[in-house]
């Protein structure tokens, strides 16, 4: 495939980006192969996700150049697996007979085959999963941010190459082999060069490390550096994520800082179980156990307090963030 992106069309090329022959036929792989077609990180997703970027895309240079050029190969990569999963289906059962299902053999690789192959594809490929759940255009990623969308197409990419890693291991044909070689290859081109983009919006001054590069000091600043320890695993502070030049606190025994979630009273024409009392009740419940567990901290606090004079720390967080604290006061006075 190829595009001209100055008169905005596309063109057909009448050969594949690579050779789509497998040795032998093998319905059952037909089906697998499906997943890189149709899947939630096949092709057609990365297809339409490059697509829509590049077209959505702002700016004329670079960037659209090479999310429409990518775009375009991944359209070639779509006729090339339909290829292959045409070319495996060949000589597959169209009928299934009883005779047939009593031979384990047969019976095995009938199992194994998407039936919607035959009936609604004619023996071919269809725009769907290994499953048969049909695509979907909720796969795609295309914010019109370059860099949410560049980290995205890098982890398309890495699901993509390790689902094609998995194939690879699930048949023995040298055909089809060679096919997945070469898509392994191009997803680790395209994991590079996406990372490589992603390096180069920075240097060029038009994105930073956070998406969006706004809003930094309307945002709250005390919850903007801080991580909630809310499982039972304790290894979570350890991690260099709590060191370093801009380091986060890790919260090791964080409190809710709101109220009950509780819903309004329904609509009475929609018929909702709602009892007056029993919100009340439930508001007053949950209102005496939050007074009862800051009262109950305080008094630790207080008691800790009193053994350890010198100690600065409450024990609540991995270290004291002295830096962090002032650039949040800094901001606050800028407001």
Known sequence: MTVDEGVGMF????????????????PVYARKLQ????????????TMQYLFQGWNCRMEGKYKDLLMDTATEEIGHVEMLATM??????????????????DPVMAAVLGGMDPLQAIMAGGGALPANCQGVPWNGGYIVASGNLLADFRANAAAEAQGRLQTARLYNMTDDPGVKAMLQFNLARDTVHQKQWLKAIEELEADGLETAIVPNAFFDEEDQVHNRTIWGLSDGTDGPSGGWTEGDDPLEYLL????????????PPDPALFGTYSTVQDVKGTVKATAQAVKK????SVTKKATAK????KKSTGKTTTAKKAGAKKASKSARKR
Do not use: C, I, W
């Open 11 to 26: 063109r057909h090329t009448k050969r594949l980006q690579f050779e789509a022959k497998p040795e032998r036929p093998d």
């Open 35 to 46: 997943e890189l077609v149709g899947g939630a990180y096949g092709e057609m997703s990365v």
């Open 85 to 102: 999963v045409a070319r495996l289906l060949e000589g597959a059962p169209a009928t299934m007979t009883a005779e047939a299902v009593e």
């Open 253 to 264: 025994d964080p409190e809710p800082l709101g109220g009950p979630g509780t819903a309004p």
């Open 294 to 297: 800051n009262v109950s901290a």
């Open 307 to 310: 053994k350890s004079p010198a």
